[in-house]
């Protein structure tokens, strides 16, 4: 596994869903429900914004050519909504700057996840920093709450699974989510295989291309 591999697995969606439903859990149990719902008012709808740009494109075609956009990078969106959530939850509350510090390391990780996809070309440059641009959105007004509680000894905890999960050979939940959805947007678009990259619903076939191009030449004066 290279190392680029390795960083990219800091945003699969099979290790940081868990970790989101934790956060959601944990807070409800520490007696912030108020903390709780803004957690998962905006996580969750961030999360089906990335599953329906991803569905949009894959079972019909729907995206940008120009921008080539096939789908916010999920990898970046989860990486940037949870990890600097945690590492910030993993500082002491009366530790402020040292809190800020972390939850700055978490931010410049989902960076370069996002780096990760691009070296692997997994994605382009407009998919990664749309990903990022949404995790932020998530993580940092949830960071900037004045009343949420922070658990350093439950942080740290569920980092250290988090690191173990990332460390062990489970190669078959890399990449099971992406399957998943690919196979969701076949049976919602009735496809019998998804759009691919280069691929675009919007685009004319090349017949009506050249069709429009003899009817142009056509219509020239002489």
């Known amino acids: ?64 050519e120009a921008l080539d956009f096939t789908g916010f990078s999920g990898h970046a969106m989860m990486a940037a909504s949870v990890l600097p959530v945690m590492l910030y939850l993993a500082v002491p509350a009366a530790w402020t700057r040292l809190g800020w510090m972390a939850a700055g390391a978490g931010v410049c990780l989902a960076f370069l ?68 959805i690919q196979q969701l947007a076949m049976f919602l678009s009735g496809r019998d295989r998804p759009f691919q990259r280069g691929e675009w619903a919007m685009r004319a076939p090349p017949h009506l291309h050249a069709a429009v191009h003899v009817t142009i030449r056509a219509r020239l004066p002489r």
């Open 1 to 64: 596994m290279s190392h680029w591999n390795l960083v990219s697995l800091f945003g699969e969606s099979a290790y940081l869903l868990p970790c989101a439903v934790f956060l959601y859990l944990w807070l409800y149990w520490r007696g912030a429900p108020g903390s709780a719902r803004h957690w998962v008012m905006a996580f969750l709808p961030a999360a089906l914004l990335v599953l329906a740009s991803k569905l949009a494109f894959l079972g019909w075609g729907i995206g940008s």
């Open 113 to 180: 996840v996002g780096v990760s996809r691009l070296a692997l070309h997994a994605h382009s440059v407009s998919e990664v920093a749309g990903g990022l641009a949404v995790g932020l959105c998530v993580s940092l007004p949830f960071i900037l709450r004045r009343t949420t509680p922070h658990g350093p000894l439950a942080m740290v905890l569920a980092g250290l699974a988090l690191g173990t999960a990332l460390v062990m050979p489970m190669t078959a939940t890399v990449g099971a989510s992406h399957t998943l």
